[in-house]
Nanobody, 116 residues
Framework: QVQLVESGGGLVQPGGSLRLSCAAS????????MGWYRQAPGKARELVAD??????TNYADSVKGRFTISKDAKNTVYLQMNNLKPEDTAVYYC???????????WGQGTQVTVSS
């Protein structure tokens, strides 16, 4: 079992920055990829950024050049969000995938609100 705890969300002005963190614990050995998703009201959950083990990071077109996903040796993933826009407002969820065990884990989400 993998536990994911997000932090770093909040209210920010357009053009501002936030950094989200996701700490993974538990059965982290089998994690093949970690990433960030978001879900705005009335919309489906969408991929924001993904970090496959040994693979290349990838981003949604809407955040390319503004967001950066990174990972440290302790299986904490980060999402640096710069030049935030109102359309970035959503609940952001950390995700971890264990392909061998066919387990998809989610954090509880952290609210990001971009508003004047």
């Amino acid at each position: 079992q993998v536990q994911l705890v997000e932090s770093g969300g909040g209210l920010v002005q357009p053009g501002g920055s936030l950094r989200l963190s996701c700490a993974a614990s538990g059965s982290i050995f089998g994690i093949d990829a970690m990433g960030w998703y978001r879900q705005a009201p009335g919309k489906a959950r969408e991929l924001v950024a993904d970090f496959p083990r040994g693979g290349r990071t990838n981003y949604a077109d809407s955040v390319k050049g503004r967001f950066t996903i990174s990972k440290d040796a302790k299986n904490t993933v980060y999402l640096q969000m710069n030049n935030l826009k109102p359309e970035d407002t959503a609940v952001y969820y950390c995700n971890a995938r264990d392909l061998l065990r066919r387990i998809n884990s989610w954090g509880q989400g952290t609210q990001v609100t971009v508003s004047s």
